[in-house]
Each structure stands twice: as C-alpha cells, then as structure tokens.
C-alpha cells in the first residue's frame, strides 16, 4: 500500500447524500473508500472528507483544494462541476480551464488524484436536452486532464449499470447505498486494491409501473424535490449553507 492518507473533495456526490449511518449522517463511496484502504495500509493511516453538498466549482476550489494540499496527502479524490452544469449561468471554457489548473494544483506536491468522469445521472430528470452536454463536455475534459496529468480517472459514464433507478436516491439525483458501493468498488479498482465482491453487485430493476402510477409518482418527486430546489435557486440558497465537512482534518479510520 504505497496511501498512507487520503483527502476526499468535492460536494454531495463526495459527501455521501444519501448513503446514511444509522445517526442519520452519510457514510458514501469516500468512507468506504477510506475503511478499505485503512485495513490495508494499518493504523497509521489517516483520511479528512472536505466535501459539502451544494457547492459549486468556484467554492470547492477555493475552499477545499489549499485545505486537501496542505495536508499534503498521498491520495486526492477531486469531483465537481455536477452542480454547475444545473446552472443557467454555466461558463464551459471558465470551468473546464480552471479544472487543468486545478488538477495541476492537486498533482504539484506529488500526491495521486482520483478524477470521475459523472455517470449518467439526467434519464429521470428534467432538462436533459441543455444539461446532457454540459455533462459530457465536462466528462470529456476529465479525460483529457486525467490523462494530461497523470491522474487516475474512475469512469462512471461508461457503466451503463449507472442507469438501474435502483442506484439512485428517491430524488432522483443523488446516489443510493447500492449507488455509493458501486463508486467505492470502481474506485478501488482503479486503484489496484481489492473491494468486496458485494459491492459491484446490482439489484434488480423495479418492475415497470403503469402509467398512471408513473405520472403521480413524478408529481411527488416535483413536489417532494424539485421544487424546493427550484425554490433555492431564486433565492440564492444552497443545501450546503449551515453544511460543514464531516471530516476536516486527517485522522484514523475510527471502526
């Protein structure tokens, strides 16, 4: 085991919504992530979580990514842009430049970087048409970078198990527990490190549901979910507002 410490940054997706304890936090691909790797390397190993729901690029750069280097780590996980591409005000050419500075940035004190290509994520989800390229633009320079830098890439987009509704929260944009173990078993095997077999495995799609049925479980989702996202975005709010990182400094893997 050549990680030692790991720093895990972004937002919800590296967070862990909605993979929760049982004390109602989220545990998340990161955390499993981090309990495999720490029952490798021994007890020296040490591990901090940055990610906070809700941010978008510019805050979890200026935030987190001086925090995860000065910590000097030998691992980094770097996943964000998901919340801007949702945005009426996406600048492609601004984000996908500041990601090459970024990863450069994470890759200077010669720490490994984790980058994620997203999974497809918009089928049950309004806006496809705007949304689903800005998600592959910013998919592509992923892999442009991730190659450009040295970084390990985890691609998301390529598993097409990604598209089982089963892997995804009731709101339809966050990951499951299934969803998360899934992430954690592809991280780990981009990493060379075994995971449990368990966590690869995909529960059965749900039976399809008549169509009435579908339409009335659709006017849930926008009351339950949609609306007050919609209602955040007028008022200049994000679900991360009161959010700290649930793991601001490196420290042991507390079983």
């Excluded at 049982?22 to 998340?28: A, E, H, I, V, Y």
């Excluded at 995860?68 to 691992?75: C, Y």
């Excluded at 592959?136 to 509704?165: C, K, S, W």
Aim: with cysteine; proline share 7%.
């Amino acid at each position: 085991m050549r990680w030692r410490s790991f720093v895990a940054v972004g937002d919800s997706f590296t967070e862990g919504m909605d993979d929760a304890y049982p004390d109602g936090t989220f545990r998340g691909w990161a955390d499993l992530v981090a309990t495999r790797l720490a029952a490798e390397a021994g007890p020296d190993f040490r591990y901090a979580n940055l990610a906070i729901r809700g941010r978008l690029f510019p805050g979890v750069v200026a935030e987190q990514v001086p925090a995860a280097v000065a910590m000097k780590p030998d691992l980094i996980s770097f996943a964000a842009g998901g919340n801007d591409v949702l945005r009426r005000t996406f600048d492609p050419d601004t984000l996908v430049a500041r990601f090459d500075e970024v990863v450069r940035q994470l890759r200077s004190g010669g720490a490994d970087v984790l980058l994620f290509r997203f999974a497809d994520v918009m089928a049950r989800l309004p806006g496809q048409r705007l949304v689903a390229p800005r998600v592959q633009l910013l998919n592509q320079a992923v892999g442009e970078t991730a190659e450009r830098h040295g970084a390990i890439m985890v691609d998301l987009y390529a598993d097409d198990t990604f598209l089982n509704p089963m892997l995804w929260s009731t709101d339809r944009l966050h990951l499951s527990a299934a969803g998360h173990r899934r992430v954690a078993g592809q991280v780990l095997n981009a990493l060379g490190v075994g995971c449990d077999e368990e966590w690869l495995m995909v529960p059965p799609h749900p039976a399809p549901s008549p169509w009435l049925a579908a339409r009335a479980a659709d006017l849930r989702w926008a009351g339950q979910h949609l609306a007050p996202w919609v209602r955040r975005r007028l008022t200049g709010r994000s679900s991360g507002d009161t959010v700290t990182a649930k793991r601001p400094l490196l420290g042991p893997i507390v079983d």
